[in-house]
């Protein structure tokens, strides 16, 4: 079974930082692509980052300069680097990652989510 499990969230105060991780397990050869997208309270879930199999990144406006996607694929696993976080960043924080199988096919997993949440 291929489970994503994040771990990081917190409570932190504006201008702080965390780092959220993202980590792979079971039977699978791989890490394709992989984001994390967030869902504030009450509000539609969003795509925060992404980052590609050759490590390319992309990111929201609101967020780029102070967060950083990174992956270690020896580990499986995928991080995120949230500095100068805003009060506005406070939301559940979900990871999302293609995975190919080991039959070869490639399935979309999400993880459980962590919650962050930025006091003023």
């Known amino acids: 079974q291929v489970q994503l499990v994040e771990s990081g969230g917190g409570l932190v105060q504006a201008g702080g930082s965390l780092r959220l991780s993202c980590a792979a397990s079971?039977?699978?050869?791989?890490?394709?692509?992989a984001g994390w997208h967030h869902q504030r309270p009450g509000k539609q879930r969003e795509l925060v980052t992404i980052?590609?199999?050759?490590?390319?990144?992309s990111y929201a406006d609101s967020v780029k300069g102070r967060f950083t996607i990174s992956r270690d694929n020896a580990e499986r696993t995928v991080y995120l680097q949230m500095n100068s976080l805003k009060p506005e960043d406070t939301a559940v924080y979900y990871c999302?990652?293609?995975?190919?199988?080991?039959?070869?096919?490639?399935?979309?997993?999400w993880g459980q989510g962590t919650q962050v949440t930025v006091s003023t």
């Open positions: 999302n990652a293609d995975i190919p199988r080991l039959t070869g096919v490639t399935y979309n997993y």
């Open positions: 980052i590609t199999g050759d490590g390319s990144t």
């Open positions: 079971g039977s699978i050869l791989s890490i394709r692509t």
